[in-house]
């Protein structure tokens, strides 16, 4: 008999990089997310099954139950990752030695509803998942395997919007109510190229800037979005993030890069430069994304829950 995990992904509106250092940040949970399934079994393996969006194998993986060292992969490729949850579970079997401890085997099935290169949390849900089925605070795991902020697994968890920010390195997560009476005229452009958010976190970490200044400004932004009922009042605090950022980064903002003549406001979303961007426009023009070659185009209320 199967028993059965789930969490949510995430998007961070606000807040992008600055998060790290206490910035007060809206985070979404996405309506997509990642299930992980268990069930004992007669032999006394782990066995690990990982399926896509498309209900395609992308990983598979076998675990010495002992010492939960994997053995070697049907698809040698995937050797780094099985070495990498081989450090997930064993840090989750430190936060509870009673973890795995069992007689028999373990069968696990991890299935994504979202295409995994899409950024939207493929590690958080599962690092979440793992803690919920092994008993552990979720953020711990997180904290000393990825590391982060632990905004994303906060959105795991959660099912409603989020101001999220660490006070004394501890996460501080509040619901909230964002509704936006103008969330049809947003969208989701997914940019068809995944980013690596630790090679961006560790540029943002070598800048010499003024942090608490840029806290603040970041933090203002956050509250005042989330009070905002006008479209055009939107995306001047977006527009006001983005070239924030982008002198902070020493970046190009992305829609200068990749979308000058669009009728509204782009901005970025997480890492700079991949996975997905928020567009804000008075008029519903999916197919301006389309003809550049973006075909990854969500509405609002197809992505946020």
């Not at 450090?87 to 696990?108: C, H, M, S, W, Y």
């Not at 089925?133 to 994303?152: E, K, N, R, V």
């Not at 969330?183 to 800037?209: C, H, M, P, T, W």
Request: proline share 4%; aromatic share 12%.
């Amino acid at each position: 008999m199967w028993t059965r995990y789930y969490s949510h992904g995430k998007l961070l509106l606000t807040g992008e990089y600055t998060v790290l250092d206490g910035s007060l940040s809206l985070a979404l949970p996405t309506a997509f997310g990642q299930e992980l399934k268990v069930q004992q079994q007669k032999n006394a393996n782990l066995n690990w099954a990982s399926f896509d969006d498309k209900e395609e194998i992308w990983f598979q993986a076998v675990f010495d139950l002992e010492n939960l060292q994997p053995a070697i992969p049907r698809n040698v490729d995937s050797a780094p990752l099985a070495h990498r949850l081989s450090t997930i579970l064993k840090k989750a079997r430190d936060l509870n030695p009673e973890f795995l401890k069992i007689n028999g085997g373990i069968q696990v099935e991890t299935r994504m509803d979202f295409n995994r290169h899409w950024g939207l949390g493929s590690s958080s849900t599962l690092i979440n998942n793992i803690a919920q089925w092994a008993g552990i605070d979720p953020y711990h795991l997180q904290y000393s395997t990825f590391g982060g902020s632990g905004y994303d697994i906060a959105c795991a968890v959660h099912a409603k919007p989020l101001l999220f920010h660490l006070e004394s390195d501890q996460p501080c997560v509040s619901e909230i109510v964002f509704d936006p009476p103008f969330k049809e005229q947003l969208f989701f452009v997914y940019l068809n190229r995944k980013q690596d958010s630790r090679e961006g976190i560790r540029r943002y970490r070598a800048l010499d800037v003024a942090k608490p200044e840029l806290i603040a400004e970041i933090s203002s932004i956050s509250r005042k979005l989330i009070r905002c009922d006008q479209l055009k009042e939107f995306q001047e605090l977006l527009t006001a993030h983005e070239i924030l950022m982008a002198s902070t980064l020493q970046l190009t903002r992305v829609q200068d890069e990749l979308f000058p003549e669009y009728n509204g406001v782009v901005k970025s979303l997480g890492a700079w430069g991949g996975d997905f961007v928020l567009a804000a426009s008075e008029y519903e023009d999916r197919d301006y994304f389309h003809h550049k070659g973006y075909k990854t185009v969500l509405a609002y209320n197809e992505m946020v829950l």
